[in-house]
């Protein structure tokens, strides 16, 4: 009998591989050989899953951004208006225990601009969670726990803003922010959008 | 007579043409026979200024930077407190007419993790804009700007990640962002500062 082979499990398997590669030396370098030695296989066996290193690279970001998706269901569960934004927000944060994955994305998001493909998951992505952001906004006015002023358009986009600038913080001066900061500086954006006047509408 | 060489000017041309191969190309494909082309000199020329492309990537970043400088210096002017603070934001956010400059910045802020010389200056430079903030922050409070609770090392943070983010942003979701997006999110910042309880101290 013939062996039976999984794809799904071994294109995954590719997929692992590149991330690890890329967390271990950048993207700079990086072949799709040298993915193929880190997955124990061929450069062969690994263009039968990915014709070229674009199309790899567009997966692994697709995955990265998966498991954050995952954690975000996850924190959310049945919450609604702020506390699942701050679900929401605890879930993309860059906590100790995901620098490495926080090195990689943002070697992705400076890929953005020139590769279609990375694009096109960027966009997929960045629409979902925005809407999540717009979603659990409008719950909070509808709960009474936002601030009359709030305009929930620019209120997005400095959440969105403020949650990528930690990313690249915590990779680019990693001495310098803690979880305990993390913490604080969502309690006190929370703390402002409920009672304050955090972009408030109008000139 | 022999003709005479101006070596800085040369230099500084070298620097600018790297900078404009970057706005156009990226940094996937940059060789330094590119940049020698873009400026109308022989790979050999450039190599007496610049033994290897890391080194002249490290000069253009020095010069972006230092261009941010000048602008936060002019802008800055004889003010302090909250009004200082506010024009050295605004000579860093995003705004339209920087919006090539933020793309290049942002494919060196990937790449500093990995590069000795970049780091270095990266270093350099956001250890002066963050005691600016600093600097500023405490002059709020001898003046009494700033609100009783504020603890100025989170602050700091939180005012560098998402001016970084509002970078990213941009530049990922161009057609998101406004000036008038950008003014919005800085002055109400700013208020929540003067007048909230933004990044308390203590647990």
Redesign the interface.
């Known amino acids: 009998m013939p062996k039976i082979v999984d794809h799904e499990e071994r294109r995954e398997h590719f997929i692992d591989a590149a991330i690890d590669v890329v967390v271990r030396e950048?993207?700079?370098r990086l072949t799709m050989r040298q993915i193929a030695t880190e997955a124990g296989y061929s450069h062969g066996a690994i263009s039968r899953y990915f014709p070229d290193k674009q199309s790899l690279l567009a997966a692994a970001f697709l995955r990265l951004n998966q498991k954050v998706d995952e954690r975000i269901t996850e924190n959310v569960g049945g919450l609604r208006g702020l506390a699942a934004l701050e679900s929401t927000c605890r879930a993309v944060l860059p906590y100790a225990d995901r620098r490495n994955t926080a090195?990689v994305i943002?070697?992705f998001?400076?890929?953005?601009?020139?590769y279609s493909d990375l694009r096109e998951v960027?966009e997929q992505n960045?629409n979902r969670w925005r809407a999540r952001f717009v979603q659990h906004l409008e719950e909070a006015r509808d709960d009474d726990e936002l601030h009359a002023d709030i305009?929930v358009a620019?209120t997005v986009?400095?959440i969105?803003?403020?949650?990528?600038?930690?990313i690249?913080?915590t990779?680019?001066?990693p001495d310098?922010?803690s979880d305990d900061?993390l913490d604080?500086?969502l309690?006190?954006l929370l703390?402002?959008i409920r009672?304050?006047?955090?972009?408030?509408s109008g000139s």
């Open positions: 950048g993207f700079e090195r943002i070697a998001w400076d890929r953005i601009p020139h960027w960045s305009d620019v986009n400095e969105s803003a403020r949650n990528m600038g930690w690249m913080l990779v680019l001066l310098e922010v900061n604080r500086g309690a006190a703390d402002r009672t304050s006047t955090l972009a408030t």
